[in-house]
């Protein structure tokens, strides 16, 4: 059996969406010519006036009609397309699905929703679709802190070929693959959230008990005393979806980093210390205890939350870096304690290259630019340059397919106009004729591609253009040929 998120497709409602979408590449035209690929009003699952506003002023500003039709088409993705919002005894509900998966990924959700969390004190509907949010994925942690995917029904069982994993699966649970950033991104989004509003409302008993399992299943992933609860193994021809030794992962030594089954790809890790979400896991920890602190006063717990995160820092900081080969230190991808490390990196966020956007690192740090570089090189296996694009993949999918969230990234991170504007050209040039991102395509042929629907990269591509609105706005003034 295999089972792979571009292998599971939403039926109707996917084949709906890329009927919608010509098959060949869109050269440059007038605006006339990017008729809007967004579903018909009546049809959209969740309307913002905030985000509709935000649209209409950030587009005025887009001088090349294929970048302006790209950014209307993507940014607005996860509400129009996977956003749905109902109630639970009486509070906010939201259920955000990936796009062509019928599931939701606590990992995608929050980082679809982060994209809007600036506009929240501008719309009340929208505040309560994040409290829905919010409050979802808190009882979603409370079924399984382990699982990595939810079903919308809690007593359903998993409806993608998972069910038949060898590991301890739940009703509510659609995968459950041990990823140490599924847990970090709810503390994130949570704090993006509090910072942004200042609404006490999401952060109440029950969310407060998902949080602190959440900090007591990462300490227990530091398996100080013994190898813990959870083990995962599934029948299939790919070693990156199972885990060697009964189900627990390659042995370590433990030094106080967490212990990660799965990258943030769904990909089993070769070392289970992952180092971008042991950094990550040290900034949504700190990001944590401010909650804890100003929306409910709990001073203990923040203060438990911040002491795992500095014991992860000392030991990434000891155990978590290598040599460059050439004359300098950069953060591993992947080490095991024993001083065995592998450099590569993956487009997933947290990815090495991706740890400023999280927090997890500053761009002006010399180690993280380092890293960057050289992960944006022949030096990782999964950097890829082709006749259409240059990018980073990962084992996912496979070679030669690179993902737009790493240009995107790429883009997010860099100060050089030059760097950012050739990235605008790629994506701009890759989204093989269909209006939105897309999880990869090939370095040589952007129709060949996987996942016509994966709202993240269209959120993630919506974050750049506004982004860029900010710091470098004479960028969005360019036409490109």
Same mark, same amino acid.
């Given at each position: 059996?295999?089972?792979?998120?571009?292998?599971?497709?939403?039926? @109707?409602?996917?084949?709906?969406?890329?009927?919608?979408?010509?098959?060949?590449?869109? &050269?440059?035209?007038?605006?006339?010519?990017?008729?809007?690929?967004?579903?018909?009003?009546?049809?959209?699952?969740?309307?913002?006036?905030?985000?509709?506003?935000?649209?209409?002023?950030?587009? @005025?500003?887009?001088?090349?009609?294929?970048?302006?039709?790209?950014?209307?088409?993507?940014?607005?993705?996860?509400?129009?397309?996977?956003?749905?919002? &109902?109630?639970?005894?009486?509070?906010?509900?939201?259920?955000?699905?990936?796009?062509?998966?019928?599931?939701?990924?606590?990992?995608?959700?929050?980082?679809?929703?982060?994209?809007?969390?600036?506009?929240?004190?501008?719309?009340?509907?929208?505040?309560?679709?994040?409290?829905?949010?919010?409050?979802?994925?808190?009882?979603?942690?409370?079924?399984?802190?382990? @699982?990595?995917?939810?079903?919308?029904?809690?007593?359903?069982?998993?409806?993608?070929?998972?069910?038949?994993?060898?590991?301890?699966?739940?009703?509510?649970?659609?995968?459950?693959?041990?990823?140490?950033?599924?847990?970090?991104?709810?503390?994130?989004?949570?704090?993006?959230?509090?910072?942004?509003?200042?609404?006490?409302?999401?952060?109440?008993?029950?969310?407060?008990?998902?949080?602190?399992?959440?900090?007591?299943?990462?300490?227990?992933?530091?398996?100080?005393?013994?190898?813990?609860?959870?083990?995962?193994?599934?029948?299939?021809?790919?070693?990156?979806?199972?885990?060697?030794?009964?189900?627990?992962?390659?042995?370590?030594?433990?030094?106080?980093?967490?212990?990660?089954?799965?990258?943030?790809?769904?990909?089993?890790?070769?070392?289970?210390?992952?180092?971008?979400?042991?950094?990550?896991?040290?900034?949504?920890?700190?990001?944590?205890?401010?909650?804890?602190?100003?929306?409910?006063?709990?001073?203990?717990?923040?203060?438990?939350?911040?002491?795992?995160?500095?014991?992860?820092?000392?030991?990434?900081?000891?155990?978590?870096?290598?040599?460059?080969?050439?004359?300098?230190?950069?953060?591993?991808?992947?080490?095991?304690?024993?001083?065995?490390?592998?450099?590569?990196?993956?487009?997933?966020?947290?990815?090495?290259?991706?740890?400023?956007?999280?927090?997890?690192?500053?761009?002006?740090?010399?180690?993280?630019?380092?890293?960057?570089?050289?992960?944006?090189?022949?030096?990782?296996?999964?950097?890829?340059?082709?006749?259409?694009?240059?990018?980073?993949?990962?084992?996912?999918?496979?070679?030669?397919?690179?993902?737009?969230?790493?240009?995107?990234?790429?883009?997010?991170?860099?100060?050089?106009?030059?760097?950012?504007?050739?990235?605008?050209?790629?994506?701009?040039?890759?989204? &093989? &004729?269909?209006?939105?991102?897309?999880?990869?395509?090939?370095?040589?042929?952007?129709?060949?591609?996987?996942?016509?629907?994966?709202?993240? @990269?269209?959120?993630?591509?919506?974050?750049?253009?506004?982004?860029?609105?900010?710091?470098?706005?004479?960028?969005?003034?360019?036409?490109?040929?």
């Amino acid at each position: 059996m295999s089972f792979r998120r571009r292998d599971v497709i939403a039926g @109707a409602g996917a084949l709906a969406l890329a009927a919608t979408c010509p098959t060949s590449p869109l &050269g440059a035209a007038s605006a006339s010519a990017f008729p809007s690929k967004r579903p018909p009003k009546g049809q959209r699952r969740f309307t913002s006036p905030a985000v509709e506003s935000e649209i209409a002023r950030v587009k @005025a500003k887009i001088a090349d009609p294929q970048i302006g039709w790209l950014f209307e088409n993507c940014y607005p993705n996860t509400l129009d397309t996977t956003a749905e919002v &109902g109630t639970i005894e009486g509070q906010p509900d939201t259920f955000v699905i990936t796009g062509d998966i019928d599931a939701m990924w606590l990992r995608d959700s929050s980082a679809q929703l982060q994209t809007y969390v600036h506009l929240t004190p501008k719309d009340s509907a929208l505040r309560r679709l994040f409290h829905g949010l919010i409050q979802r994925q808190a009882r979603c942690i409370l079924i399984d802190p382990y @699982a990595n995917a939810f079903m919308k029904d809690p007593a359903a069982r998993s409806s993608l070929p998972a069910i038949s994993d060898r590991t301890d699966m739940k009703p509510g649970v659609a995968e459950r693959k041990w990823e140490i950033d599924s847990l970090c991104y709810p503390m994130r989004l949570a704090h993006g959230y509090w910072t942004a509003t200042r609404d006490k409302a999401p952060f109440d008993a029950l969310w407060a008990k998902a949080m602190a399992r959440a900090v007591a299943t990462l300490r227990e992933q530091q398996r100080k005393d013994g190898p813990g609860p959870y083990h995962f193994q599934r029948v299939d021809k790919s070693p990156t979806e199972t885990l060697m030794f009964d189900g627990h992962g390659a042995p370590t030594r433990k030094v106080g980093l967490i212990h990660s089954g799965f990258r943030p790809s769904d990909d089993a890790c070769l070392y289970p210390f992952l180092i971008p979400s042991n950094l990550f896991a040290v900034s949504a920890l700190q990001m944590l205890a401010q909650v804890l602190n100003e929306a409910r006063g709990d001073a203990a717990a923040a203060q438990d939350c911040a002491a795992l995160a500095a014991e992860v820092d000392a030991a990434l900081r000891a155990h978590g870096q290598m040599d460059d080969a050439r004359g300098g230190r950069v953060w591993a991808y992947e080490v095991d304690g024993y001083g065995n490390a592998i450099f590569m990196d993956d487009a997933n966020v947290p990815s090495l290259s991706g740890l400023p956007l999280l927090g997890a690192a500053e761009r002006s740090d010399p180690l993280w630019q380092r890293t960057a570089t050289l992960a944006w090189s022949g030096r990782n296996p999964y950097f890829f340059t082709g006749s259409a694009a240059q990018g980073i993949g990962g084992p996912h999918i496979g070679m030669d397919m690179i993902w737009p969230m790493s240009i995107i990234t790429r883009a997010l991170n860099s100060a050089a106009d030059a760097t950012i504007r050739q990235c605008l050209a790629w994506l701009r040039a890759t989204h &093989g &004729g269909t209006g939105f991102m897309h999880e990869s395509f090939h370095k040589d042929d952007p129709t060949n591609f996987t996942r016509s629907w994966f709202a993240w @990269a269209n959120g993630l591509f919506g974050d750049l253009i506004l982004d860029l609105e900010r710091r470098r706005p004479s960028l969005l003034s360019e036409r490109f040929a």
